[in-house]
Nanobody
Framework: QVQLVESGGGLVQAGGSLRLSCAAS????????MGWFRQAPGKEREFVST????????TYADSVKGRFTMSRDNAKNTVYLQMNSLKPSDTAVYYC?????????????????WGQGTQVTVSS
């Protein structure tokens, strides 16, 4: 089992920045891929970014490309999501996820483990 704990959400004005953290524990060696997803009220869970632990290769959704950066700290078993130039449309609960199979995926159903989520609210 892998446990994921997100932190760093909050309320920010449009144009501002936040950094989300996701600390992994347990059988972390089994989770080859990490991802960030978000879900706004009444909407389906949406892909944000995904990264391979081993080499840091990352893919972003078009909606966040150039504004969000996903990174990792292997020693701390932690991934981060730096979010800049935030927009009201970025408002959602953000989830960290991990998957065992070693291929990146933008489909939330491909992920095996999930954190509890952290709320990000961007005011206009």
């Amino acid at each position: 089992q892998v446990q994921l704990v997100e932190s760093g959400g909050g309320l920010v004005q449009a144009g501002g920045s936040l950094r989300l953290s996701c600390a992994a524990s347990g059988r972390t060696f089994s989770s080859k891929i990490m991802g960030w997803f978000r879900q706004a009220p009444g909407k389906e869970r949406e892909f944000v970014s995904t990264m391979r632990w081993s080499d840091g290769t990352t893919t972003y959704a078009d909606s966040v490309k150039g504004r969000f950066t996903m990174s990792r700290d292997n020693a701390k078993n932690t991934v981060y999501l730096q979010m800049n130039s935030l927009k009201p449309s970025d408002t959602a609960v953000y989830y960290c996820a991990a998957k065992i199979a070693n291929y990146r995926s933008t489909n939330w159903r491909a992920y095996d483990y999930w954190g509890q989520g952290t709320q990000v609210t961007v005011s206009s």
